[in-house]
């Protein structure tokens, strides 16, 4: 970590560039016209449920999952493109908070964390994804985080108590206390890829780029990576 930033300093740091992202991606959601596509989406999650997943299935470039999100969002932000583009801004924010706290954990350096957060928070594509009522920058955040919790599933140790397990849930259920770290992290990355997949169907090529990664790193890690892969793959069957 650099000794510039730590502590109360990092947290400040992060903070003002959230509320940087926050504020960029507020006033874009606001002034920016509607675009045709965001139409769609307000077409299809203004629908009762059955017939939102009915339409989704007709889109061909983005699975469904989008719109669900979409549409158990629709109590609180309406179902006006404007009102839907809250997915957006909310994924967009949760993607500089991210980035910091991966960059952070990757290359153990607080300023270049910052400094990649707020590059992201200042994109000017990021910021047109985090306006738009489409599935683009929630696409963007699930696969940040499928790679995070895939890299630290390789270079967890092997022991146990790695990850830390609310102790009313350990007492409950002790065995998932003695889970090794790496079983939790391929759990999260079958979570967050499964959801990648079912957002946008580009996220295919980021698994299977994984493959080749798994390989180099290690024969013990394949299974692993089979099994989660595996969960990715049934969780998308629904929408074969």
Request: net charge positive; aromatic share 10%.
């Amino acid at each position: 970590m650099s000794p510039a930033v730590s502590g109360r300093r990092w947290r400040l740091g992060l903070l003002a560039v959230v509320l940087l992202a926050v504020a960029l991606r507020t006033y874009s959601a606001i002034t920016e016209a509607v675009e045709r596509d965001e139409l769609f989406t307000a077409e299809v999650v203004s629908q009762p449920l059955p017939k939102v997943v009915g339409l989704a299935l007709w889109d061909s470039v983005h699975p469904p999952l989008y719109y669900l999100v979409a549409k158990a969002l629709s109590p609180i932000s309406g179902t006006t493109p404007e009102g839907l583009r809250l997915l957006s801004v909310l994924s967009g924010v949760a993607l500089v908070t991210c980035v910091a706290l991966v960059a952070r954990s990757l290359l153990a350096d607080s300023v270049l964390a910052l400094l990649a957060a707020a590059l992201v928070a200042l994109s000017d594509w990021q910021i047109l994804c985090s306006h738009y009522a489409r599935s683009y920058s929630s696409y963007d955040l699930l696969v940040l985080l499928a790679g995070a919790a895939a890299w630290k599933a390789l270079a967890a140790p092997e022991s146990p108590a790695s990850v830390r397990v609310p102790p009313p849930v350990a007492a409950r259920l002790p065995a998932l206390a003695r889970l090794p770290a790496h079983v939790w992290f391929w759990l999260a990355y079958a979570l967050a890829a499964g959801a990648a997949v079912n957002t946008e169907y580009d996220a295919w090529v980021y698994v299977a780029v994984m493959f080749p990664v798994v390989v180099w790193t290690g024969r013990r890690h394949v299974v692993r990576w089979l099994v989660a892969t595996s969960a990715v793959v049934a969780s998308f069957v629904p929408w074969v």
